[in-house]
């Protein structure tokens, strides 16, 4: 008797079935066996079957069905019922066990007495050499538990592959797969689930999930295209609830319910773009039927786009359901906005329909999403095709753009192309320009080409193209991503020629592939094409040329990944571009990270344009290069010209760091202005560095001593800043380039007007630091920790609250206080905020040394004070040497902004003391400093 059996089930899979039984027989735990079960395969399997149990006498068995089942369940069955070890195990014949699952399994079984232990599995894609793990947060860790109730979660991983069941127990509790359906093993798992007394999870690698995405054998989940397996995953799933009757667990159905909506049904609703009308009809109607069956709590605790996908579908809402499917992005992905949205009553809605039932307008609520105070740029907008027609060559196409509550102004100016773009080389793109409008609400557009003279692919190797719409709004420029429905393309065909000839196709015909988006592929429609795609098509289906395509294409990716990886460039910096000769009087500006045109390298660039010195300035950007100075050169961040820039410039100048596998040249001057005071720790001084190890700190000194200049504003930043990074440059005693216009008196006048300031309350601005997230990374969403509606009716009257989150952070406003509170995230110059501010709010933020200069009101919000300094440590007691009042809840912080004079007042020494101690040395004039230091 073995202490494991491995049951290996297989239909027509004759080439991969003995990687898969070779993975069993090889593993580290020797006491293992082997069960083929073939479903009654047609092809060559039965011999390669035998032949492996042949090879490997008593410890694989072939057992051959004389018919085929339809599905996994009823060939595990038979397994079972062979099997003669202690555990089980369940293996597919186009997957494979990791060297040593058997033995990390069954030494946790024996250890803990587990009638179950589950291990990760990871998907595995052969094509594009990647992998990932399946529901890695479940197993993170080694743990135990004496019912699935103690981790709900575990119900979320159904596979049945890669967990080792205990025999007797399995037939102690009558434990089978359902014969004849799709996801038996998603019923199979709940069953074992509830009733296993003893469940064990270990976070070793344990099975390889092998994904062919281009297979034409495709696996069930790669099926979803057939009607029959969605509707026999519903089947199962109300099974499930049958069994959770049975085991008196009907507290989990609710559970059940959410998972249905968070993951199950979207994999569905994402491909319907794809499918003919019939199918959606008929998919819609099984949807619907099993969504109103479900508990209407699961819409409450799903994700909030996820229940506005169900709530559609249940609704028989097509066009609803793929437009918040849109918002759903893949792995990697970007978020789509698909639809108008609607304001009612000081909220937004994701529709305007439905709105008269109160339950339907607490599902399509999605006011804390933050569109309406989302920078422009933020959002991903959709756009659809709604005209392709084809005259005497010319491809006219036509669509439309959403504008999600106006957002786009009908006064804004509008251009447009539209862009053909290789689908597996991104950066390969034919544009067109398109005229574009506004209309009834929305961007509608409309472009002519013809593709015989416009679109050259090369053929063979780019055979698929998408369509994409960019959008110049004003200065902001965004990428449309088009879908359209199979009625409006109609598998439209357009004439085209190949770089490669016409042998490699003569026609781009229109589809839409399971993205849902609008593509073209070349085909062929004359005899030469014909024959020769034909015999390529041919000879990749045999073993050898299946294998040769995978390796060229494999080889393609890594040569082209390998090209656009950062080690690669910054191989070719290092050997290359540093040989190049040095562009004198050339100048890389970067400012964090190239996220912003921003901060002090903004000033010294502005003060360079100002003082008529010769000099070329090339601005380093990430994401759009909207916002950037148009007179300058953009590069951006991480690219080729970016790397090149940076080697052959004479000088650097950021506030951050530029990359740090790149070394400076002796002949490059790098002037680091950072980004502020020090009121926590910094750099050697942190928790965070000194916990780190010495390689990372080593890491980080070779960064810091690229710097040959840095600038600081005070002694204080010499004793804190300078020593806690470890600076070894000169330093340059100028103050901040920022801060001039503070020091000078500058009015921000343009800001104001921009934001619609044009009575006399108050203006008080809200500037936090970030907080880090249990994780330790910085947490997206802030938290405002006091009520901003209670602001409004109690000082809305006599003050406006502007509201700008760190950097790292986003924060969302109720839409019915914008004339009162607003966010002005998007506005990156600071230093024109403070100029129109009549107090600030702040916390730990280093903006409390800038605003000091003004020497107006400031009030200091920190509810965490003594968790934030045990957590990050200062430099000086904020409660003894803030220059305004310190104050920890809500109730204090109105109390003394009702009295902003008064605070004003009695606050005078501390606010000139404050300044003098960390601003010494901003004069109004650093700007100027460093430029005729450096560049006149």
């Not at 479940?138 to 004496?146: H, Q, T």
């Not at 105070?373 to 439309?400: F, W």
């Not at 950072?674 to 750099?683: D, F, N, R």
């Not at 009575?759 to 994780?775: I, Q, W």
Request: net charge positive; charged share 30%.
């Amino acid at each position: 008797m073995t202490d494991v059996s491995v049951i290996v089930i297989v239909y027509n899979d004759a080439d991969r079935l003995p990687d898969a039984v070779r993975s069993a027989l090889d593993q580290s735990h020797r006491s293992v066996e082997v069960i083929i079960v073939n479903d009654a395969s047609t092809d060559g399997t039965r011999e390669v079957a035998d032949a492996l149990a042949a090879e490997n006498p008593g410890r694989v068995r072939a057992i051959h069905r004389t018919e085929n089942s339809g599905a996994g369940g009823q060939p595990r069955n038979d397994g079972i019922e062979a099997a003669r070890s202690t555990y089980l195990m369940f293996l597919d014949s186009d997957d494979t066990l990791d060297r040593h699952a058997c033995r990390n399994l069954v030494a946790t079984a024996e250890e803990t007495g587990a009638e179950l232990v589950s291990g990760c599995c990871w998907r595995v894609f052969p094509e594009r050499k990647e992998e990932h793990p399946w529901f890695r947060r479940l197993y993170r860790e080694r743990a135990v538990y004496s019912s699935v109730r103690e981790c709900p979660d575990l119900m979320y991983d159904t596979l049945c592959t890669n967990k080792l069941y205990r025999r007797d127990f399995l037939d102690r509790e009558q434990l089978r797969f359902p014969s004849g359906l799709f996801y038996e093993d998603l019923l199979f798992c709940t069953e074992i689930y509830l009733a296993a007394r003893m469940i064990a999870v270990i976070p070793h690698r344990v099975y390889n999930w092998m994904v062919y995405e281009n297979s034409d054998r495709p696996s069930v989940t790669n099926q979803r295209a057939r009607l029959r397996n969605f509707a026999d995953r519903l089947e199962i799933f109300r099974r499930i609830g049958e069994v959770y009757d049975r085991y008196g667990a009907a507290d989990l159905k609710l559970s059940r319910d959410v998972k249905f909506l968070n993951y199950d049904l979207p994999l569905y609703v994402r491909t319907l773009r794809s499918r003919d009308p019939e199918y959606r009809a008929k998919f819609l109607e099984l949807a619907g039927g099993y969504l109103n069956e479900l508990d209407p709590r699961a819409f409450e605790e799903a994700q909030q786009i996820k229940a506005i996908i169900g709530f559609m579908v249940a609704n028989g809402d097509y066009e609803g359901a793929v437009a918040a499917i849109e918002y759903v992005p893949k792995k990697g992905g970007k978020a789509r906005l698909a639809t108008e949205l609607v304001e009612r009553d000081g909220r937004v809605y994701w529709s305007s329909d439905y709105l008269d039932d109160e339950w339907a307008r607490s599902i399509l609520d999605v006011t804390d999403l933050g569109f309406h105070s989302m920078p422009l740029k933020s959002l991903t907008l959709a756009g659809r095709v709604t005209e392709m027609t084809l005259k005497g060559g010319e491809l006219d196409v036509a669509g439309e753009v959403v504008n999600p509550l106006g957002r786009i102004d009908a006064g804004t100016k509008l251009r447009a192309e539209l862009e053909f773009r290789d689908r597996r080389r991104s950066r390969r793109v034919f544009g067109i320009p398109a005229k574009v409008e506004h209309t009834g609400g929305r961007i509608r557009w409309r472009a002519a080409t013809e593709p015989i003279r416009h679109l050259r692919p090369l053929g063979f190797v780019d055979q698929t193209w998408s369509l994409r719409l960019r959008l110049h709004v004003g200065d902001d420029q965004l990428v449309i991503r088009l879908t359209a429905d199979e009625a409006v393309h109609n598998h439209l065909e357009v004439p085209v020629r190949p770089r490669l000839t016409r042998l490699a196709g003569d026609h781009l015909q229109a589809y839409v592939p399971e993205s849902g988006e609008l593509a073209l592929r070349i085909v062929a429609r004359r005899w030469a094409a014909r024959w020769t795609i034909a015999v390529i098509g041919a000879l990749a289906k045999t073993p050898y040329g299946r294998r040769w395509m995978q390796a060229l294409l494999r080889a393609e990716k890594s040569m082209r990944d390998s090209f656009q990886s950062s080690k690669t460039k910054a191989n070719l910096y290092s050997k290359v571009f540093t040989r190049l000769p040095i562009r004198r009087r050339t100048i890389v500006f970067e400012s964090h990270l190239g996220k912003q045109y921003s901060d002090n390298p903004k000033y010294i660039y502005e003060e360079l344009r100002r003082s008529g010195a010769k000099f070329t300035a090339i601005w380093s950007y990430a994401g759009s290069p909207s916002g950037f100075p148009k007179d300058a050169k953009l590069v951006r961040r991480n690219s080729w010209a970016y790397y090149r820039a940076l080697a052959r410039a004479q000088y650097w100048v950021d506030n951050q760091g530029f990359p740090r596998v790149i070394t400076k040249r002796p002949q490059t001057t790098y002037i680091q202005t950072w980004h502020g005071s020090a009121y926590k720790l910094m750099g050697a001084d942190s928790p965070e560095t000194k916990r780190a190890t010495q390689g990372h700190r080593a890491r980080h000194q070779q960064m810091v001593d690229r710097f040959d200049y840095f600038v600081i504003r005070s002694e204080h930043d010499a004793q804190t800043l300078v020593k806690g990074l470890g600076v070894r440059a000169e330093l340059i005693r100028s103050g901040y380039p920022r801060n001039d216009a503070l020091v000078n008196g500058g009015s921000g006048e343009a800001l104001r007007k921009k934001l619609k300031l044009t009575d006399d309350r108050k203006v008080v601005l809200y500037a936090p630091t970030f907080r880090n997230g249990p994780n330790g990374k910085p947490e997206k969403r802030f938290e405002l920790p006091f009520d901003v509606e209670r602001f409004a009716k109690e000082l809305g009257e006599t003050h406006v609250l502007l509201v700008r989150p760190h950097y790292l952070s986003t924060v969302v406003l109720p839409p019915s206080l914008r004339g009162t509170v607003r966010s002005v995230a998007d506005v990156h110059d600071v230093t024109s905020l403070l100029q129109i501010t009549d107090a600030l709010i702040t916390d730990y933020s280093s903006v409390m040394f800038d605003y000091a200069l003004l020497d107006r009101p400031m009030f200091f919000l920190t509810p965490d004070l003594e968790d934030y300094v045990r957590s990050r440590g200062s430099y000086f007691d904020l409660a003894e040497e803030a220059p305004g009042p310190v104050v920890r809840d809500e109730e204090e912080l109105f109390a003394a902004l009702a009295d902003l004079d008064g605070v004003g007042t009695r606050y005078a020494k501390q606010r000139k003391r404050f300044a003098e101690n960390f601003g010494e040395y901003d004069r109004g004039t650093a700007a100027k400093q460093i430029v005729e230091r450096f560049f006149r």
